[in-house]
């Protein structure tokens, strides 16, 4: 495997045709929900992240060719009083699944997150998908532990229409 993941820099526009393309991969294979991005979402995706100063788009290649994506936001641990890393979007091409990139995208997240002082990484995952779930736990992640007690989270959402 010749792939290498870097910061994707959205002011160049063959990085946001790279991010847009693993992404709406991902968001057309059934575990992504099997509806491709629409246009609208296409068209606002790059200029929208760019804007934002906590975003911290990864990207995977295999030379040329986009092969994976980590879209991570830093965000605060109130608890921690230190900054923290989700990982809010974590995919990869059908094709090169189980090929270890994904372990790649989250040890650059995690590169960064130890960078800039964060306390931990967080990141939510579906739970019917168990190849996933395994990278995670592989790679450290675990239930929330409050005090002694770990505890099963949940990530809830409110949709506030359009």
């Known amino acids: 495997m010749n ?4 910061q994707a820099n959205l002011a160049n526009p063959s990085d946001g045709k790279a991010l847009l393309a693993v992404l709406d991969s991902y968001a057309s294979d059934p575990i992504g929900g099997g509806i491709p991005l629409s246009d ?8 929208e992240l760019a804007k934002l100063p906590n975003a911290l788009p990864l990207l995977a290649f295999d030379g040329d ?10 965000g ?15 995919a990869v091409v059908p094709a090169r699944r189980g090929q270890g990139i994904g372990r790649l995208l989250l040890a650059e997240a ?3 997150a130890r960078e800039r002082g964060c306390c931990r990484l967080t990141l939510e995952v579906q739970e019917t998908n168990e190849r996933a779930r395994g990278l ?3 790679f450290g992640f675990q239930d ?19």
Do not use: Q
């Open 110 to 112: 995690e590169r960064h």
């Open 144 to 162: 929330l532990e409050i005090g002694n007690d770990a505890m099963r989270t949940f990530f809830l959402s409110k949709p506030l229409g359009d």
């Open 40 to 47: 609208e979402v296409k068209a606002r995706l790059i200029p």
């Open 3 to 6: 792939a290498t993941v870097a």
């Open 76 to 90: 605060f641990s109130s608890f921690a009083a230190r900054p923290l890393l989700n990982v809010h979007d974590l």
């Open 136 to 138: 995670y736990r592989s």
């Open 65 to 74: 060719e986009p092969i994976g994506l980590a879209n991570c936001f830093f």
